[in-house]
């Protein structure tokens, strides 16, 4: 008997003990994913569209003109010189290097470039999208009303009609820009080209000779750049791109009456937004539903990203930028230092004195792959570059070996607020932002990215992918 | 039932009733030590550091009272970012009702959010 009732005590004290190890039943934290859906829900957030890859006659017209050295005076650089697939569409360079540069990438070097680019060139992921109201880093292509296609750029009343979006506006800049493309009256191409486009004359940089100021003759300069493209004048038809160059324009454009740069500009932006739009990308996925596509280490990130870390009250929306201006206290490159010609940003295009030493917020999907880092290359690391935001302030009272101060009194004071609050934020928390920045990169492989290069190029021209 | 038959259930009684006892003393010290123990020993950090991070999202809503001359697209967003910060607040207690209700005392909560907040110092 009592052998009986030692036994019911035992399960009884059994059962108290099990219970004791779990003394919440089913109440738990709220889960990461629980948080996860709360962000998404606050924020709205949703997958970004994916746009199908679809090779149109525009497409091939656009394909051949960003790749062809062709549109540059010295016909040694083309638009993938500075937006290469293997650098995310980036260059790899703290400051890139146009004409009088050598070499790919990050290896590229300066060997007879008059003057230095004075920006990091920026990625081209998903220019297309709704989001995007300015170009460059101190936004100077501006979108004034996206119903009537309006902007407002550096060539105010003279750019070209017919410009079918902001990228087609942005991509006429580069043509025109000696340090970019266009190069310097006096200018000759290499005499290690094919025979055909050996010791040519630069004729577009001849066209701003007189004044020295190339987009005061922007349309002088567009013109030039067709009638090397297409022929239109006599001197050249024989040329033997241009048949290629016309065959492709009137599959593009079957209802042209004539060529414009703008027809250019638009075939340039459609291949731009046809291939460097972002597929799927592991967030995106989370967002689609697949609770499995991040790790716990990301999600986590994004909670940081969104909740304590701030990232979202600039870095927002689907392309993760809000296309404003901000300064984050970022130093100048030494050459701007030593000679205390300051970058002051967004000031030079607007003038207003609350927009000094600000840079448009760059978007952030595929980020991991565009090193280095803010509008002038200046922090290598994407780790440093999130932690600049932790202490946008460790630079004020430096010194630069020069003696002069890493960033002068006006740049210290410019430092956006929010950030000068300070964000707590420890090395291990940036560490989950980066795992969660990674998730925003392209899920397809290298080889998928690379199908938007093209084997050869009309003008027969070398070219840099 | 005559004073016979309880004589002879008495032992049987007296089993029944120790084993009552024991099984009263053991939900005592179960309810009142070993729960609050374990639930304390799974929650103790884990609270601390929600109260950190709730205190500190509830330090943050003042930059929205001083707004940081922030543009109202920037200010829309900084109340999200802050709504989302604050979910460790509702964490905070959620993880202080489990406390609660596993027996710790209130006091026990409070020595954890003073811990805590030395450490940082």
């Known amino acids: ?465 | 039932m005559t004073w016979n038959n309880i004589m002879i259930h008495l032992p049987k009684l007296n089993t029944i009733l120790l084993g009552a006892i024991l099984f009263l003393l053991a939900t005592q010290f179960y309810l009142v030590y070993a729960k609050p123990f374990f639930a304390l020993k799974k929650y103790a950090e884990i609270y601390g550091s929600l109260h950190l991070d709730c205190e500190s999202a509830l330090d943050h809503e003042n930059l929205l009272v001083s707004e940081l001359g922030l543009s109202t697209s920037s200010l829309e967003q900084l109340r999200k970012s802050l709504a989302i910060e604050k979910l460790s607040c509702d964490e905070r207690s959620l993880v202080r009702n489990i406390l609660l209700s596993a027996g710790v005392e209130e006091h026990q909560l409070n020595v954890i959010k003073i811990d805590q907040e030395l450490n940082i110092l």
Request: charge should be negative; aromatic fraction near 10%; include cysteine.
């Open chain 1, 1 to 465: 008997m009592l052998n009986f009732s030692s036994k019911h005590l035992s399960i009884g004290l059994y059962i108290l003990i099990a219970s004791t190890l779990s003394p919440t039943g089913s109440a738990q934290p709220i889960s990461i994913d629980g948080k996860l859906n709360k962000i998404v829900q606050v924020f709205g957030l949703k997958p970004i569209d994916s746009k199908e890859f679809f090779i149109s006659d525009k497409y091939l017209l656009g394909q051949a003109l960003f790749y062809d050295p062709l549109l540059s005076g010295n016909r040694d650089v083309s638009c993938s010189t500075c937006h290469l697939v293997d650098y995310g569409t980036s260059d790899g360079l703290d400051l890139s290097i146009g004409v009088g540069g050598q070499g790919k990438g990050a290896l590229r070097v300066s060997i007879s470039a008059k003057e230095l680019h004075p920006r990091n060139s920026m990625d081209l992921w998903n220019r297309d999208h709704n989001n995007v109201s300015s170009m460059f880093w101190d936004g100077r292509i501006e979108v004034t009303s996206s119903v009537t296609n309006k902007f407002k750029t550096p060539l105010g009343q003279g750019l070209p009609a017919g410009l079918d979006n902001l990228m087609a506006a942005q991509s006429l800049f580069p043509l025109i820009t000696p340090n970019e493309m266009l190069g310097y009256p006096g200018n000759v191409s290499s005499i290690f080209n094919a025979p055909e486009h050996t010791s040519r004359t630069n004729e577009y940089a001849e066209e701003y000779a007189d004044t020295g100021v190339a987009i005061l003759h922007a349309d002088e300069i567009f013109k030039s750049i067709l009638a090397r493209i297409f022929g239109a004048d006599t001197l050249q038809d024989e040329e033997s791109w241009h048949a290629t160059y016309l065959a492709l324009f009137q599959k593009a454009y079957p209802e042209a009456e004539e060529i414009s740069i703008s027809h250019i500009a638009n075939a340039l932006a459609h291949f731009i937004e046809v291939a460097f739009a972002t597929r799927g990308s592991k967030w995106d996925e989370y967002l689609a539903g697949k609770t499995t596509a991040l790790t716990p280490i990301s999600k986590q990130g994004a909670i940081l990203f969104y909740g304590k870390g701030r990232c979202a009250v600039c870095h927002s929306g689907e392309t993760f930028s809000d296309y404003n201006f901000h300064s984050i206290g970022v130093i100048d490159s030494d050459w701007r230092i030593m000679s205390s010609e300051r970058d002051v940003g967004r000031y030079a295009v607007t003038g207003n004195d609350k927009d000094k030493y600000t840079f448009r917020t760059p978007p952030l999907r595929n980020a991991a792959n565009t090193a280095p880092y803010f509008h002038n290359g200046t922090v290598d690391s994407l780790f440093e570059a999130v932690k600049h935001h932790v202490q946008p302030l460790r630079n004020v009272n430096r010194y630069h070996e020069s003696g002069r101060f890493l960033l002068n009194r006006e740049q210290a004071d410019s430092i956006s607020p929010l950030l000068v609050q300070g964000l707590e934020l420890n090395d291990m928390e940036i560490v989950s932002i980066l795992e969660f920045l990674n998730s925003l990169s392209f899920a397809h492989s290298d080889e998928e990215l690379r199908k938007v290069i093209p084997d050869k190029v009309p003008s027969g021209l070398g070219f840099l992918y």
